[in-house]
């Protein structure tokens, strides 16, 4: 019977020294993770930047942007953005609203590449004229600014009050497409506040045209030209449509006789 009573006892007691323990290392765990999560923090806190500085900005890549002027630009738009960051810092949408306010500027597309390149597609605005000399018209037909970064030689050059711009754009399209079957391009055309057209066309001549029924008025004209104008041997100079039932033409050269 004592044998039986100590071995009992033992039990007991090895139950009782096994409690603690388990209450000790339940109560310990918590500490021991804070511990190694305030750890992971101190270590990212003081290794982070140096990681993040390991990948700075080397270069900027652009991409749809013709011309040299115009990539210029942008570099320089958007340097003191890319200035000093790295490829986790660099502030995409303050470029992106830096770049996109470029006037020449249609859309934006801006992405890092790994581990140290940002990389920006560019749609740009296309010109199709040169208005009042101070702006460009984009196909849309809205103005914009940048006539000392394109080559605008060869776009028509159009003049007219500031805020009638797409009446004279209509009127230029219309026109252009009422002169092309004779092989004419307008080059130059000034609109007054009355809509009275006056044209340079691409072999210097002149012709002036008011908004009244002028459709069929330059589809006389071009039906004239092709037919007896242009085989003159004189060379036209200027034609007046502004008559309901006739043309006022002057010539290059009166004393040259017909061919």
Not at 12 to 21: A, V
Not at 147 to 172: C, H, N, Q, W
Request: aromatic content about 8%; glycine content about 6%.
């Amino acid at each position: 019977m004592s044998k039986t009573v100590k071995l009992r006892g033992a039990r007991r007691l090895q139950e009782k020294q096994r409690q603690p323990l388990a209450e000790r290392l339940s109560r310990t765990a918590p500490l021991v993770l804070a511990g190694v999560i305030i750890c992971f923090v101190i270590s990212g806190v003081i290794y982070l930047p140096r990681v993040m500085d390991a990948y700075p900005i080397e270069s900027v890549q652009v991409e749809g942007v013709k011309d040299q002027r115009r990539q210029q630009e942008v570099r320089v738009a958007l340097a003191e953005l890319v200035s000093g960051e790295n490829f986790f810092s660099v502030p995409l949408r303050q470029m992106y609203a830096r770049a996109a306010a470029i006037s020449w500027v249609d859309d934006v597309e801006i992405r890092r590449e790994w581990p140290n390149r940002l990389e920006l597609r560019i749609t740009e605005r296309v010109p199709v004229a040169v208005w009042n000399e101070s702006a460009l018209v984009s196909s849309s037909g809205q103005p914009f600014k940048g006539i000392g970064k394109y080559s605008v030689e060869t776009l028509p050059a159009l003049f007219g009050p500031e805020d009638r711009l797409a009446a004279v754009m209509d009127y230029y399209h219309s026109m252009s497409k009422l002169l092309a079957s004779s092989g004419l391009v307008i080059r130059r055309m000034a609109v007054d506040a009355r809509l009275t057209a006056r044209l340079e066309l691409n072999d210097g001549m002149r012709v002036v045209v008011d908004r009244e029924q002028y459709a069929r008025k330059l589809r006389r004209f071009s039906r004239l030209y092709e037919t007896t104008l242009s085989a003159d041997s004189r060379g036209v100079a200027s034609v007046d449509l502004r008559y309901s039932d006739g043309v006022a033409v002057a010539w290059r050269d009166p004393a040259a006789s017909e061919s």
